[in-house]
């Protein structure tokens, strides 16, 4: 079994940042692409930033130079800092990953529970 667990969201005033984590665990062979995506109420999630297995990243255009996505391989973990928040980032972050349980496996898809950010103006 395989799970996504972020930690680090909450609520900080315009301006201010947070910075989420999420740890990947259980059978793990490798971890191809890590992402944070984001959902409001009524609206469909969206991705925020990415990052490859090779470190390239990519970002939406509406969190660029504010959003830093990175990644610690040795600990299965990813991380999103995000610096200059406002309140149209409010919203629930989610964890992905595509992840594979051994060499042959196929590479799956998973998710994290999800982790509410809140940017009071």
């Known amino acids: 079994q395989v799970q996504l667990v972020e930690s680090g969201g909450g609520l900080v005033q315009a301006g201010g940042s947070l910075r989420l984590s999420c740890a990947a665990s259980?059978?793990?062979?490798?971890?191809?692409?890590m992402g944070w995506y984001r959902q409001v109420p009524g609206n469909q999630r969206e991705l925020v930033a990415a990052?490859?297995?090779?470190?390239?990243?990519n970002y939406a255009d509406s969190v660029k130079g504010r959003f830093t996505i990175s990644r610690d391989n040795a600990k299965n973990t990813v991380y999103l800092q995000m610096n200059s928040l406002k309140p149209e980032d409010t919203a629930v972050y989610y964890c992905?990953?595509?992840?594979?349980?051994?060499?042959?496996?196929?590479?799956?898809?998973?998710w994290g529970q999800g982790t509410q950010v809140t940017v009071s103006s």
């Open positions: 990052i490859t297995n090779g470190d390239n990243t």
């Open positions: 259980g059978r793990i062979f490798r971890i191809n692409g």
């Open positions: 992905n990953a595509e992840i594979g349980s051994s060499a042959l496996a196929y590479v799956y898809n998973y």
